[in-house]
């Protein structure tokens, strides 16, 4: 496989579920993102992770909580979201953090219901 | 002030026409600007980025920077309908994070 793979590409969820969202990268790249991204909204930068180190966690409510094991792979885990949080939430991935372009997956449609 | 400021349009051109897509910044210090192409319902894809004042041309893409100006744009020559997507702006200052804005919405009508 090559870039970025997400999964699940879709997640329906009860707010009381507890679930987890997968991000791997192909790409040899040092950094990796978590976006969320609402409707009629701009892109929300949640979570930064450099060489495995998370370097900005951007004011994200606790319920959701990010892991990341190595540079390739990246997780969130979800637990007790609130309707608001339906959203896509994409992961992304760049050689360095600094100015280097992301390159994106596919995202993960999150319903809750 | 939003950080980074798109219109949202729609923005309609006929096929085979430029199309100027517009973006303009707060911050001073921002070093580095990507234009990044979203098909609907799907993810975001880069298209083009610029690091230095001028014009940067990519085939049927141009993207423009002017730091004094805080403005960048993508200009998109002989618009096809397979152009049609919503176009995100993003810059990028000293801490490497990037900044979207709301994207514009493109139209290509044959």
């Known amino acids: 496989e090559t870039g970025v793979t997400q999964t699940p590409r879709h997640l329906v969820m009860g707010m009381t579920n507890k679930k987890s969202l997968k991000c791997e990268q192909h790409l040899g790249h040092n950094a990796m993102y978590w976006y969320k991204q609402s409707a009629k909204k701009p892109l929300e930068l949640m979570f930064v992770y450099n060489f495995k180190e998370q370097t900005e966690n951007n004011s994200v409510p606790s319920r959701f909580s990010p892991e990341c094991p190595n540079s390739s792979h990246l997780f969130l885990h979800l637990h007790t979201l609130q309707p608001e949080d339906s959203a896509l939430y994409l992961c992304a991935s760049s050689q360095e953090m600094d100015d280097q372009p992301q390159h994106f997956g596919d995202g993960t449609r999150l319903s809750i219901l | 002030q939003k950080e980074v400021e798109q219109n949202s349009g729609p923005l309609s051109v006929p096929e085979g026409a430029i199309a100027s897509l517009n973006c303009t910044y707060s911050?001073?210090?921002?070093?580095?600007f990507f234009w990044y192409r979203q098909y609907s319902g799907k993810s975001p894809e880069l298209i083009m980025f610029?690091?230095?004042?001028g014009d940067k041309e990519d085939g049927r893409f141009t993207a423009q920077l002017n730091k004094a100006s805080q403005y960048v744009s993508l200009l998109i020559r002989d618009s096809q309908p397979s152009d049609s997507a919503t176009y995100l702006c993003a810059v990028s200052g000293n801490t490497g994070k990037l900044i979207f804005g709301q994207g514009t919405t493109l139209q290509v009508k044959p």
């Open positions: 610029i690091y230095s004042n």
């Open positions: 911050d001073r210090g921002s070093q580095s």
